[in-house]
């Protein structure tokens, strides 16, 4: 009896194979894609057709005729539309970048802060953290721009810093270098201090490693690295002045302006971002356990050495892969710009480029692949960063 | 003094208080405070920074405040004018909804409210039924009563919402549907058929790579070529596939991160008791890997419901939307502060309320060691 069971068993019913029911579903789920695909795709089509919209990406040569209040490239309105699209770029760019450097400084300041042994210091660091991560950031960034920037003076009131800087509801005016021949000489001294910098360090390494003698490296290196561009410019006599802004009329002249679109698109994301990345650093240095620190201490270190060389290093690769996320949220948060105005790549490209032109599909394609791009540029540098600072085990 | 004399043998003196210096609020003060030089600085920096800071901006909030009145006129003292938020309070609750059905939407918020109280009574039976009445009976019900067009309600046109109301419609559907999308998208990620997670990985990966603002230009402008002619989405649904679309991706994620961190055993064991896939991750792997996730998933929440201002970039008036779309009304222009003041508070009561929640569930659930 029992053989007689068991031996259609043998060979199972073909549906009740998990490798063909396997092939069955990935195949449903393919043509699913593929006839949804079509369908989107068909209509898309038809509609540009009825639109009367020629599709494909030689707009991007046509004049474009508007103005962008801020561009590091030239630009004019007889500029084309690929032009609109570097100078969006461009300004995505330099927003998230210096945001990036802002946040990071001041994120590891205040979840150092929060962990501090003062009770007042770690209290109003943990209130900023959890005052600022709970409210919108496009209500932050509103704030900044409409309620403190906009409400500044005008030029001929503004804040004055320094007799060089002025702050006023235009933007903050502030000098701008004028390079004079031979100027080149200081930054070809920087590099070449930089370079050597480096080369002292890995040499003191090599020898500590090897004989146990140590060499101040950091301040030999420093010393390299501010010395060399400093005697260049004496000899060459510092070939470098300023431009400072002045009053002419009702607006300044001269030196550079930073438009208060920028300036509260960066003090908006750094202070947001970095209400994360506080938090962020808080639970790195807590996961070092406190055995290590006593370990350290019993070796001898100085509670300075202890924090540099033993518990920073194993933070970091508990702070890193969140910090990732923290920095490719701030990119991508910096399209938040189209709010207030800051001509970044969705607010002209995605934007105006798209009103004047109606061609949605390539423009929404090209500024999501430049995100994307951005995105996998990003974490692919950290990745390597993590694994250069990854625990090195058998 | 007339114990001076008196001599005690060892070990019979008396307990000593501790100093005064180590007890009580000046020992507390030399701890926590002054305990170095460096550390006595920074307290008083910190203490000077509180003094110049605080004081005004309670001065200006509350003491030298208006708040009577019905014009900006009757704003007359240098402080705040809550006058502003008094007058508009209506539209930034729920936007042009009309006046005469607000009772629709206030009759969902304490359908909503009851249902969700007696999830927290102790002890109640029959709480997976709540539960599943606000995941499905209850959006049918809040959609019948918002949109109307049945049972006598009249049409509400949804451009017509607005306010908190519409930041709270959108963040909750963007909320109840990134939830099982985003579990189905992490199962597909962990499959082992390659097409089904090559689909899943792209999905997710496209949506969590690009701004939101990006999917929300995309869900108004090109979803609308997507769909045949003479089809056509209203702006809020799509602006509601956009985000739902989004937060399924980040839910996802999410999800996964609980799914890795099970240990193989779980699935092992599930499959060895003759499990198939879909009772080994309902019965075993998810409720586990849920739990785990709970953190996340809450994070995912508050991000979702702060996201939601974006949409006032696609000219939806949310509760954001709403207070822009007031103080740029000229009879008050100039109330910016009080405005974004007061919106950062409302906020603030959400997100901080969702995650102190989110902690303490996280206690609750935690069955480990």
């Known amino acids: 009896m ?98 990036v450097f802002f946040a990071t400084i001041l994120g590891f300041l205040i979840g150092i802060a929060r962990l501090s042994r003062n009770w007042l210091i770690a209290k109003i660091a943990a209130a900023y953290i959890e005052i600022l991560r709970n409210i919108p950031l496009l209500l932050q960034l509103f704030f900044w721009y409409f309620a403190v920037l906009r409400t500044l003076p005008s030029p001929r009131d503004s804040v004055q810093i320094f007799d060089s800087f002025f702050l006023n509801n235009r933007g903050l005016s502030s000098p701008s270098p004028l390079f004079e021949p031979g100027f080149s000489a200081i930054p070809i001294a920087l590099a070449i201090g930089i370079i050597a910098a480096i080369v002292v360090a890995r040499w003191a390494r090599k020898r500590q490693e090897a004989t146990g003698e140590q060499f101040h490296s950091f301040w030999v290196g420093l010393g390299i690295i501010i010395g060399l561009p400093l005697l260049a410019g004496i000899f060459t006599g510092f070939p470098l002045s300023w431009d400072t802004p002045e009053l002419v009329g009702f607006n300044f002249v001269g030196g550079m302006v930073l438009i208060p679109e920028f300036v509260a698109l960066v003090v908006a994301l750094s202070t947001y971002t970095a209400a994360f990345i506080a938090e962020n650093v808080r639970s790195g240095i807590l996961a070092v356990s406190h055995g290590q620190t006593e370990a350290s201490f019993a070796l001898g270190l100085r509670r300075s050495q202890t924090l540099r060389l033993v518990i920073i290093p194993q ?80 | 003094m007339s114990e001076q004399g008196q001599s005690y043998t060892t070990g019979q003196h008396p307990d000593l208080p501790a100093p005064v210096s180590t007890t009580g609020v000046i020992g507390w003060m030399r701890v926590n405070l002054f305990a170095t030089v460096p550390n006595a600085i920074l307290t008083i920096l910190a203490a000077l920074f509180l003094l110049w800071f605080i004081p005004p901006v309670l001065d200006w909030a509350f003491f030298s405040a208006d708040w009577a009145g019905q014009t900006r006129d009757d704003c007359t003292r240098e402080g705040a004018c809550w006058v502003f938020i008094k007058v508009w309070f209506r539209q930034l609750m729920y936007g042009r909804y009309p006046v005469e059905e607000l009772w629709r939407i206030n009759l969902a918020y304490v359908i909503a409210a009851a249902a969700g109280l007696l999830l927290f009574v102790p ?37 017509l919402w607005g306010g908190l109301f519409l930041t709270l419609v959108i963040s909750a559907v963007g909320i109840a549907a990134s939830l099982p999308m985003g579990v189905v998208l992490a199962l597909g990620r962990r499959s082992n058929m390659p097409v089904v997670k090559a689909l899943c990985i792209t999905f997710i990966e496209i949506w969590r790579g690009v701004p939101l603002i990006t999917v929300l230009f995309m869900a108004s402008v090109m979803f609308p070529l997507f769909l045949p002619e003479g089809m056509n989405f209203d702006k809020l649904i799509r602006a509601l596939l956009g985000v739902m679309f989004f937060s399924s991706a980040y839910m996802a994620e999410v999800v996964r991160g609980g799914l890795q961190a099970l240990p193989k055993g779980q699935y092992e064991a599930a499959q060895a008791l003759g499990l198939n896939y879909w009772k080994m991750m309902g019965l075993v792997i998810l409720p586990q890997a849920l739990k785990l996730v709970i953190p996340g998933i809450v994070n995912t929440f508050i991000g979702l419901f702060k996201d939601t201002t974006l949409v006032l970039i696609i000219g939806l008036f949310d509760f954001l939307g709403m207070i822009q779309l007031a103080g740029t009304n000229p009879d008050w222009l100039g109330f910016a502060i009080e405005g974004y003041v007061f919106a950062a508070f409302g906020f603030w009561i959400f997100c901080f309320g969702m995650s102190r929640y989110s902690q303490h569930l996280e206690k609750k659930l935690h069955t480990g060691h």
């Open chain 1, 2 to 99: 029992a053989v007689e069971q068991l031996a259609p068993a043998a060979r199972p019913p073909l549906f009740y194979d998990p490798r063909v029911r396997a092939i069955f579903y990935q195949l449903l789920a393919l043509t699913l894609v593929a006839l949804g695909g079509y369908y989107l795709v068909n209509n898309t089509l038809a509609n540009l057709a009825r639109q009367g919209i020629a599709s494909g990406f030689g707009f991007l040569d046509t004049t474009a005729g508007f103005s962008i209040s801020m561009s590091l490239i030239p630009y004019s309105e007889e500029s084309s539309y690929g032009r609109v699209f570097l100078v969006g770029l461009i300004n995505t760019l330099l927003v998230s970048g210096i945001g």
């Open chain 2, 123 to 159: 002890g109640l039976r029959g709480k997976p039924w709540i539960g599943l009445f606000l995941l499905v009976g209850f959006p049918i019900i809040a959609f019948i009563l918002f949109v109307g067009g049945n049972f006598g309600l009249p049409v509400i046109e949804t451009p």
């Open chain 1, 315 to 394: 933070a970091l690769r508990v702070i890193i892969p969140p910090l990732t996320s923290q920095f490719l949220n701030l990119t991508k948060n910096s399209s938040l710009a189209a709010a207030i105005a800051y001509p970044d790549i969705v607010l002209v490209f995605a934007g105006t480029v798209l009103m004047q032109t109606g061609q949605a599909v390539e423009i929404i394609v090209i500024t999501m692949l430049c995100y994307l791009i951005l995105s996998l540029l990003i974490s692919g540098f950290m990745n390597w960063y993590n694994q250069k600072m990854a625990l090195v085990e058998r």
